[in-house]
């Protein structure tokens, strides 16, 4: 079946423009998590949604960033005024509400500041 | 959560089986043993997890001590596409942000043609 899928795969953008990074989950997986991953380092939990719970926003690194998820669906990762330590790989997964540690993650946005 | 070791690196000639140790001595009663990989320039890939029976999946066996200290994870047949960095992990179901992985460093498997 289909897997998580990322877009863009690739995103080259200017220091301070705004980015929209998206994710479509596996269907029927209520848990959807944002990762972010700078080259050769390990995981960097950003933000956890769960059904219709309230996110956990913990990770996320600054007001800059902020996540939607409508439902049970489609989330965005938005990322205000980019800055160059901002680049890094930002991985989506998702896993069923009981199956927290089975986490299927998406091939990932490579995002460049420059 | 448990601290887990692993060997940094390992080869594995390929079509022969690669098993790879993890070591989690302090393992609580309720905390499971998960196995993921990295293939350089991917997201991170689920393989199998474990409570205390060995288990199997189309993937790989994930074969846990009777004490339950230490675990090993069984490629039956390494193909070059296994070469990757491989994680265990251990995680229990409590706590605040239980849910987030978090990887050491893992053991590089380098299949050899």
Same mark, same amino acid.
């Given at each position: 079946?289909?897997?998580?899928?990322?877009?863009?795969?690739?995103?080259?953008?200017e220091?301070?423009?705004?980015?929209?990074?998206?994710?479509?989950?596996?269907?029927?997986?209520t848990?959807?998590?944002?990762y972010?991953q700078?080259?050769?380092?390990?995981?960097?939990?950003?933000?956890?949604?769960?059904?219709?719970?309230?996110?956990?926003?913990?990770?996320?690194?600054?007001?800059?960033?902020?996540?939607?998820?409508?439902?049970?669906?489609?989330?965005?990762?938005t990322?205000?005024?980019?800055?160059?330590?901002?680049?890094?790989?930002?991985?989506?997964?998702s896993s069923?509400?009981r199956?927290?540690?089975e986490?299927?993650?998406?091939?990932?946005?490579?995002?460049?500041?420059? | 959560?448990?601290?887990?070791?692993?060997?940094?690196?390992?080869?594995?000639?390929?079509?022969?089986?690669?098993?790879?140790?993890?070591?989690?001595?302090?393992?609580?009663?309720?905390?499971?043993? %998960?196995?993921?990989?990295?293939?350089?320039?991917?997201?991170?890939?689920?393989?199998?997890?474990?409570?205390?029976?060995?288990?199997?999946?189309?993937?790989?066996?994930?074969i846990?001590?009777?004490?339950?200290?230490?675990?090993?994870?069984?490629?039956?047949?390494?193909t070059?596409?296994?070469?990757?960095?491989?994680?265990?992990?251990?995680?229990? %179901?409590?706590?605040?942000?239980?849910?987030?992985?978090?990887?050491?460093?893992?053991?590089?498997?380098?299949?050899?043609?």
């Open positions: 079946g289909a897997g998580v899928s990322q877009s863009p795969s690739n995103k080259v953008t220091k301070g423009k705004d980015v929209e990074l998206r994710c479509d989950p596996i269907s029927g997986h848990a959807l998590y944002w972010r700078r080259l050769g380092q390990g995981l960097e939990f950003l933000i956890y949604f769960q059904g219709n719970s309230a996110p956990d926003k913990s990770g996320l690194p600054s007001d800059r960033f902020s996540a939607e998820r409508t439902g049970e669906s489609v989330s965005t990762l990322i205000q005024r980019t800055q160059q330590e901002d680049s890094a790989v930002y991985l989506c997964a069923l509400a199956a927290v540690y986490q299927y993650f998406g091939p990932g946005t490579r995002l460049t500041v420059t | 959560d448990a601290k887990t070791t692993q060997p940094p690196s390992m080869d594995c000639a390929e079509g022969r089986a690669a098993n790879l140790p993890c070591n989690h001595s302090t393992i609580s009663g309720n905390e499971y043993v %998960y196995w993921y990989r990295q293939i350089h320039s991917q997201g991170p890939q689920y393989i199998i997890h474990g409570l205390k029976n060995n288990e199997t999946n189309e993937m790989a066996s994930l846990i001590t009777e004490d339950r200290k230490s675990s090993t994870l069984i490629l039956p047949h390494a070059l596409r296994d070469t990757a960095v491989y994680y265990c992990i251990v995680r229990g %179901y409590s706590g605040a942000g239980s849910y987030q992985l978090t990887f050491g460093k893992g053991t590089k498997l380098s299949v050899i043609p």
